[in-house]
């Protein structure tokens, strides 16, 4: 009989999780600064995809790039407010190594990734993306290994939904529906419009995991990002993250009335509980 193959989600911290599925690892927006407890061990063995939703201190670290000097197969998928230059990425220490290896994304694009390569899909043509630096060799690959697509954030960068190995993944980035005390109602109504226009893009299809901000600084609004996600889309398990180390919102949430028809689908995560197998 064949083994079962499990998913493996490791919390890292703040927005970062860390993804091993069947066919490759997947790792989003990781901060060495916001990162809780020890990275995990995981097989290098397998490609390595580095997801940087945009370029927030929160969501992004420079040390992502040292991970090409010992993986096997590593490629950095990153949001196009980080494009740096050649020049810049030699004066900050980034090496030819992982310069050969990294794609800028745009928002609202689909793409096709086939192992290090990343094509670009608009309408019916394929736009091979080029790295910074010139991979050495022709990378040739017939199979896709996953597609994705991105979303135009409510503040800075995107938001990427995810097909691989029969799932489809989805983390928010930070798109989400922002409220502050000082926003006027203008300014209120505009951010939900934004909101509702990138969820509707989405629509009805199947999600297996989500991560969602539920960002504890929004006072009394905290939950409206995750509770509008998930009532609008079909979202099987819903990842908390941005709490900035105050998980207690979780619960907080799931108590709340709101809550009451898909609070059974959030999980828990915390600086105790990193692991999670699906």
């Given at each position: 009989?064949?083994?079962?193959?499990?998913?493996?989600?490791?919390?890292?911290?703040?927005?970062?999780?860390?993804?091993?599925?069947?066919?490759?690892?997947?790792v989003f927006d990781y901060s060495e600064d916001y990162l809780?407890?020890?990275?995990?061990?995981?097989?290098?063995?397998?490609?390595?995809?580095?997801?940087?939703?945009?370029?927030?201190?929160?969501?992004?670290?420079?040390?992502?790039?040292?991970?090409?000097?010992?993986?096997?197969?590593?490629?950095?998928?990153?949001?196009?407010?980080?494009?740096?230059?050649?020049?810049?990425?030699?004066?900050?220490?980034?090496?030819?190594?992982?310069?050969?290896?990294?794609?800028?994304?745009?928002?609202?694009?689909?793409?096709?990734?086939?192992?290090?390569?990343?094509?670009?899909?608009e309408d019916d043509t394929e736009i091979q993306l080029k790295?910074?630096?010139?991979?050495?060799?022709?990378?040739?690959?017939?199979?896709?290994?996953?597609?994705?697509?991105?979303?135009?954030?409510?503040?800075?960068?995107?938001?990427?939904?995810?097909?691989?190995?029969?799932?489809?993944?989805?983390?928010?980035?930070?798109?989400?529906?922002?409220?502050?005390?000082?926003?006027?109602?203008?300014?209120?109504?505009?951010?939900?419009?934004?909101?509702?226009?990138?969820?509707?893009?989405?629509?009805?299809?199947?999600?297996?995991?989500?991560?969602?901000?539920?960002?504890?600084?929004?006072?009394?609004?905290?939950?409206?990002?995750?509770?509008?996600?998930?009532?609008?889309?079909?979202?099987?398990?819903?990842?908390?993250?941005?709490?900035?180390?105050?998980?207690?919102?979780?619960?907080?949430?799931?108590?709340?009335?709101?809550?009451?028809?898909?609070?059974?689908?959030?999980?828990?995560?915390?600086?105790?509980?990193?692991?999670?197998?699906?």
């Open positions: 009989m064949q083994e079962k193959k499990e998913w493996k989600i490791f919390y890292l911290g703040h927005s970062a999780f860390l993804i091993e599925c069947p066919s490759c690892t997947m809780v407890g020890d990275m995990p061990i995981w097989d290098h063995k397998k490609p390595l995809y580095v997801f940087v939703s945009h370029k927030h201190q929160d969501h992004y670290s420079r040390k992502i790039f040292e991970w090409a000097k010992e993986m096997e197969s590593v490629t950095y998928l990153l949001s196009n407010d980080i494009r740096m230059s050649t020049t810049y990425m030699q004066k900050i220490g980034i090496s030819q190594t992982a310069g050969r290896h990294i794609f800028f994304l745009g928002r609202r694009k689909k793409y096709r990734v086939q192992k290090e390569i990343v094509l670009q899909i790295p910074p630096y010139e991979q050495k060799e022709e990378l040739i690959s017939d199979k896709p290994v996953f597609e994705f697509e991105t979303f135009l954030s409510t503040d800075a960068g995107t938001a990427f939904l995810i097909e691989i190995d029969k799932k489809r993944i989805y983390h928010a980035g930070d798109l989400n529906w922002w409220t502050w005390k000082n926003q006027t109602k203008q300014e209120k109504e505009q951010i939900f419009s934004r909101y509702k226009e990138e969820i509707e893009r989405i629509g009805k299809r199947k999600i297996d995991l989500a991560f969602l901000p539920l960002d504890p600084r929004q006072e009394n609004d905290f939950f409206l990002g995750m509770d509008y996600f998930i009532k609008n889309t079909d979202t099987k398990m819903a990842f908390p993250m941005h709490c900035w180390n105050d998980y207690s919102v979780i619960q907080k949430l799931k108590e709340m009335e709101e809550s009451s028809s898909y609070r059974d689908r959030i999980i828990e995560v915390s600086d105790k509980q990193r692991e999670f197998y699906i």
